[in-house]
Every structure is written in C-alpha cells, then in structure tokens.
C-alpha cells in the first residue's frame, strides 16, 4: 500500500476501477491535436510541414511508453500516477501559456519537446489503471481492457463536447482543461487505485461478470449521450449547460457499484461458500512417504519455475521480447496505429480546407465510433481467449487419460 492509500474495505477494488475509468476519460488528450493545431499553426507563423512535424513530437511521447512500463514493476501505482499527471500538467500547461498568449511563442524545437511530453504523460496513467485493474480482475482481462480503452477512446469527445458546451471551441480554454482535468482525476485516483485481491470463488466470479456488464452498458451510454448532442448541431447557451450537467451525471453513474458493494456486503459475504472443514484426526505417513512428498512438490516448484509464462499470465521484459505474440503486436502497431494517428492529427486542417469554421465534431465522432470498436474488440478477446484456454484444457485431459491408460499412473 502506498502512502497515500486507505485502509482496504470490500469496496475498495471497484472504487479504484471507478477512478480508473475516469482516469481513461481523461487521458485520450493525445488525440485532441486537431481542436487546438490551427491556434499554434497562427501563433507560431508554421507551415503545414512543421505543424506536421509537431505532432509527430507529440505521438514520438507515446514511444516513450516503454519507461513507464518498466517502472510498473518497481514503482507504486500511485507513484506513475503522479508522475502522469505532472506531466501532463506541465506539457499542456506550456502549450496553453502560448496559445492563450500569456507568454510569447517559444522555439519550435522547445515546444517539440513539451508536446513530446503532453503525450509521454498519457503512457503513464495507461499503464498505472491497465496494470493494477487487470491483477485485480485476472479473469476478466477482456472486459477490462475493452471498458478501459473505450473511455480513452471516448475522452476526446467528452473534452471536445464538454469546450464546446461551456467555451464554444475556444483553443486556450481546451488546453486548460486538458492540463488541469487529468492532473486533478490521476491525484484523486492515487487514494483510491491500487492492488487487491481478485476474486477467491464462483460467487465472486459470478458478481464480477454482472458488475462488467453494468459498465459495459454504462460506457455505451455515455457514447450514445455524445453522440446525440454531436448529430443534434447547434445548441443553445443553456441547453449546452445541461448537455454538460448530464454528462458529469453519467460519468459519475459507476460510482453505483462500489456503493452497492457496501451497502450489500453482509449478504454478499453470507452467500459465501464456506471453506469445507478437515478432519480433526488424520492418519500419520510414515518417513518415506513425506521425503516422497516433499520430492514431488519439489520437482512441480522447479518446474513452474522454469516453464515460460502463457498468453495471459505475466512476462517479464526478456520473456516478453523472447515471444513472437510480442513482435507481431509490435509490428501490427508500427503499421497499423499510425495510419489513425495521421488521420485524427490533421482532422482540424482538412476540416478548414473542406470550408467548416469548426472541425471538432468530427473529432468527437471520431472519438465516438472509436469508443465502440474498443469495447467490442475487448468482449470479443476475452470469447475466444475463454475458447482457447477450453481447448487446451480438453486436450490437457486427454493427454491425462492416455497416460493413465498406458502407464497406470
């Protein structure tokens, strides 16, 4: 437990899953190029080349991403939370002195380093809600990362909706938010987000599947909810207020499930299964039969030891990079994310050629359809990876039963 964290409750784990959604809500800031690119591209008098060259520094922070994996394994969740969000402060927070003109335009080659670390900070709050939400949900690794990565997904168009509403667009107040709103959300989850013990039984397994679902529905509200207000155009000063009043509400709906964790947790607790009891006499083995034992316990640790882990289980750097699951990922991303990457960076440009004063909406319905490819992406790994380990366990069996045939043992 870090310095900062309270006292384990039975609630605990899903309110720190609750934080690690608004933690993702709040950390897609690395897409939001396009609603803030023309202010720079004016200030800063750039030509479409170097503004291009701009948020290739800000996507080479993403590169980065490999640090804050690292200290995952030696650092507390707490710890690359503040070091997130202290990040993400300071690069955004730069970048909204230029554009809000509280300070003259700096060299390119410092804001290159300052946007490079505006989007480094978004690798750190990933891996500290991916990392820690995944050890305390092991069995439902797929519903995790589906709900986690559509909240990143939808967070562009929640900052973009939410500017919209209250700042109609304005660039300098969209790079406030974007410095100060998931400085304050990562803060917030270093109380409350840290490692817990999965779930010990079926009634626990059974409680986790239902709860996901919840957030399964509640995510896609949220991604409905948007989606409206984008499609509906033009809204009024007061309407806007309500949109955002509405969304905070929904946003805030998850926090249902730790509270109900609470207030049933003598009737959970008594659903339960009891551990079967042993009993009191058992028949002594002799001295050989123990050394048998130990041998055999012995030989199964070794084994385990030396075996390399499986898709699913943990991995080391060294055993991750000995697997060809790892460089077919990696090449996968090296081809494929940066095509999307190209597009949502020069939404805001093409927008203006096309002759729209506001490109953001398309930003936000960018963000939106994304969102549904996260979740459904991730339901769909935890289907077949469930299909996979069927198999393997059939045909684990069945090499069972043939050796007993043959061997007797």
Known sequence: MGPFSFPTLPA????????????????????????????????????????NNLSVAKDVGKAFGLLSGLASDRLPTSAILIIGSLEGLIGYGVQWLV???????????????????????????????????????????????????????????????????????KPSAFLLILAIVPAVICLTAVLFLRENQPASGPVEDRQETEFFRIFNVLAIAVAVYLLVFDITGNHG?????????GLIFLLALPLAVPLYVVLFKSKSNSDIEQPSREPLLTPQKSSTEKQEIVTAIVKVEDAERN?????????????MLQTYDFWILFASFLCGVGTGMCVMNNMGQMGLALGFNDASIFVSLMSIWGFFGRI????????????????????SKTIQVFHFLFHGK
Not at 31 to 42: E, G, P, V
């Open 237 to 245: 000063h007061v309407l806007s207020l309500y949109f955002a009043v």
């Open 99 to 169: 554009v809000s003109e509280k300070i003259h335009p700096l060299p390119y080659w410092q804001m290159c380093i300052f946007l490079c670390m505006g989007g480094n900070s978004t690798t750190w709050m990933n891996t500290a809600v991916l990392v820690t939400c995944m050890r305390n949900f092991p069995k439902n690794r797929g519903p995790v990362s589906g709900i986690l990565k559509g909240y990143v997904g939808l967070s562009t168009a929640i900052f973009t909706d939410i500017c919209t509403a209250l700042f109609s667009s």
């Open 376 to 395: 459904v992406s991730g339901l769909l790994s935890e289907y077949y990876m469930w299909y996979v380990c069927f198999l393997t366990s059939s045909r």
């Open 307 to 319: 075996r390399k882990p499986l898709i699913g289980e943990e991995h080391t750097v060294m055993q």
């Open 12 to 51: 605990a784990k899903w309110l720190g899953f609750v934080t690690a959604i608004w933690v993702q809500a709040t950390c897609g800031n690395n897409y939001t190029f396009s609603n803030y690119s023309d202010a720079l591209k004016s200030l800063m008098a750039l030509t479409q080349l170097q503004l």
